[in-house]
């Protein structure tokens, strides 16, 4: 089956930097990813739509300045935390659709972020 | 906009006892359901969507459109099906984009 990896698969930062994770596709191309953000025992909830070559799509209240989005190639996205605060340590997921008869979506095994 | 509720938080039953996770649905338009599945330490993976009306792993769901439910069942379940269940909607308008319920957590004792 199709293959998304995320880097890194968990990460501890300091207040006030930049976190960049990484999603790609290993076996197969993707023009959309989406991220998603999981609190603990909750739902996944989606931040943005990662779309290759142009702007991501984000959804409401989430700002686009503090997690920057970019879809660099058809097998990569890369998600970056800018100016990390602790309430922004979470579970970040991301998955991309593999195209065929229904486009199944794969996951990644997801990136904790921790910032104290 | 769509929404997906699993009232469900926990669902606790005995080892060959029926399970059904309950999922709901508000969209005006005609979606796509899904249900996904995450094992432990493991990553979110599909487990069934309405459209293949099939069985996979004894599961079967059916999209009941008057009820705007989508409920997961198994007529007798294993310890190994204890997990978390996302039940998931695809708009019929939005591309590949999923809006997921909150997750039901199976645990079946022995």
């Known amino acids: 089956g199709a293959v998304v990896s995320q880097h890194p698969s968990w990460v501890i930062c300091k207040s006030g930097t930049s976190v960049k994770i990484e999603c790609r596709s290993l076996?197969?191309?993707?023009?959309?990813m989406f991220w998603y953000r999981q609190f603990p025992k909750q739902s996944l909830m989606l931040m943005a739509t990662?779309?290759?070559?142009?702007?991501?799509?984000?959804e409401q209240g989430v700002e686009k300045d503090k997690f920057l989005i970019n879809h660099a190639s058809l097998t990569l996205s890369t998600l970056t935390v800018t100016s990390a605060h602790p309430e922004d340590s979470s579970f970040y997921i991301c998955?991309?659709?593999?195209?065929?008869?229904?486009?199944?979506?794969?996951f990644g095994p997801g990136t904790r972020l921790t910032v104290l | 906009a769509q929404r997906v509720t699993q009232p469900e938080k926990l669902l606790s039953v005995f080892k060959g006892a029926p399970v059904e996770l309950k999922c709901n649905y508000s969209?005006?338009?005609?979606?796509?359901l899904f249900w996904y599945v995450q094992y432990s330490r493991q990553r979110l993976q599909l487990l069934l969507r309405?459209?293949s009306r099939e069985s996979i792993k004894g599961f079967t769901a059916d999209l009941n459109k008057g009820e705007t439910s989508f409920h997961l069942k198994k007529p007798f379940a294993q310890e190994e099906d204890s997990a978390m269940y996302y039940c998931?909607?695809?708009?019929?308008?939005?591309?590949?984009?999923?809006?997921f319920g909150g997750g039901t957590r199976l645990m079946v004792k022995p």
């Open positions: 969209y005006s338009g005609s979606p796509e």
């Open positions: 998955s991309a659709p593999r195209a065929g008869s229904y486009n199944e979506q794969f």
């Open positions: 309405h459209i």
């Open positions: 076996d197969f191309q993707a023009t959309t």
């Open positions: 998931a909607l695809k708009p019929s308008n939005a591309g590949n984009m999923l809006t």
């Open positions: 990662s779309n290759e070559g142009s702007k991501a799509t984000y």
